[in-house]
T-cell receptor, first 109, second 114 residues
Framework: QQQVKQSPQSLIVQKGGISIINCAYENTAFDYFPWYQQFPGKGPALLIAIRPDVSEKKEGRFTISFNKSAKQFSLHIMDSQPGDSATYFCAAVRTRLTFGEGTQLTVNP | DTEVTQTPKHLVMGMTNKKSLKCEQHMGHRAMYWYKQKAKKPPELMFVYSYEKLSINESVPSRFSPECPNSSLLNLHLHALQPEDSALYLC?????????????FGPGTRLTVL
C-alpha cells in the first residue's frame, strides 16, 4: 500500500533550470512533510520540511509548495546545479517516516 | 557532532555466516533505527529502539536480530541470510521516537549475501 506517491521517477534538467518533483498523499493524519536528498553511497539527508499549516517554505534555492486541500506537495529547485544531481525522496510523517518512491535528478552542465 | 557512523562499509557473507553491523551516534539521541534499502527504492523501516528498548519491529525475519547495548550504540546481528537480503542497511537516530524528530542517517553498510 503506497501511501505517498511521487513523480516523476527520473528527471533531467539543464544547469540553471528549475527542477520540480511532485508528491501526493492519502492519509490526512500526516502532520509533517520532509524532503530527503540522497547521493550515491550516502544515507538520506534532510533537505527541507514543511508542516501542513503552511503553504510554502523556502530555503535558499529549495522551495516546498503545499496544497492541503489537494493533499499534494512539491519540491522546486531553482537554478539547478550539477551538484544537485541525486535521488530525492518526499516523505510524510505521523509517528514514522513514510517515503515516496524517489526521483532520480540529473542536472546536466 | 551530527554524524551517525556505520561499520563496516561493505560486507560480503555466505548464507551460513554470522556477522554484525554496527552503528554509533554521539548526539545524545534516544531513538535509533534500522532501515533496509534496495537499489532505486526508498528506505524501509525494520526496527526502532527508544531509550534502548525495542519499540517497533516491522515483522522482520528472525535472521535479523537487533541489539542496543547503550544509548550511543546499535547493532544488527545477521545469521543465515538469504541472497534477497542483499541491500544497503541504514542506521538513523533522532532525539526521540514517540513524536517525530529529524532523523539523521548514517552512510549505510552495503551487504551482499552469496
Amino acid at each position: 500500500q503506497q501511501q505517498v506517491k511521487q513523480s516523476p521517477q527520473s528527471l533531467i534538467v539543464q544547469k540553471g533550470g528549475i527542477s520540480i518533483i511532485n508528491c501526493a498523499y492519502e492519509n490526512t493524519a500526516f502532520d509533517y512533510f520532509p524532503w530527503y536528498q540522497q547521493f550515491p553511497g550516502k544515507g538520506p539527508a534532510l533537505l527541507i520540511a514543511i508542516r501542513p499549516d503552511v503553504s510554502e517554505k523556502k530555503e535558499g534555492r529549495f522551495t516546498i509548495s503545499f496544497n492541503k486541500s489537494a493533499k499534494q506537495f512539491s519540491l522546486h529547485i531553482m537554478d539547478s546545479q550539477p551538484g544537485d544531481s541525486a535521488t530525492y525522496f518526499c516523505a510524510a510523517v505521523r509517528t514514522r517516516l513514510t517515503f515516496g518512491e524517489g526521483t532520480q535528478l540529473t542536472v546536466n552542465p | 557532532d551530527t554524524e551517525v557512523t556505520q561499520t563496516p562499509k561493505h560486507l560480503v557473507m555466505g548464507m551460513t555466516n554470522k556477522k554484525s553491523l554496527k552503528c554509533e551516534q554521539h548526539m545524545g539521541h534516544r531513538a535509533m533505527y534500522w532501515y533496509k534499502q534496495k537499489a532505486k527504492k526508498p528506505p524501509e523501516l525494520m526496527f526502532v529502539y527508544s531509550y534502548e528498548k525495542l519499540s517497533i519491529n516491522e515483522s522482520v525475519p528472525s535472521r535479523f536480530s537487533p541489539e542496543c547495548p547503550n544509548s550511543s550504540l546499535l547493532n544488527l546481528h545477521l545469521h543465515a541470510l538469504q541472497p534477497e537480503d542483499s541491500a544497503l542497511y541504514l542506521c538513523a537516530s533522532s532525539s526521540r521516537a514517540v513524536v517525530y524528530n529529524e532523523q539523521f542517517f548514517g552512510p549505510g553498510t552495503r551487504l551482499t549475501v552469496l
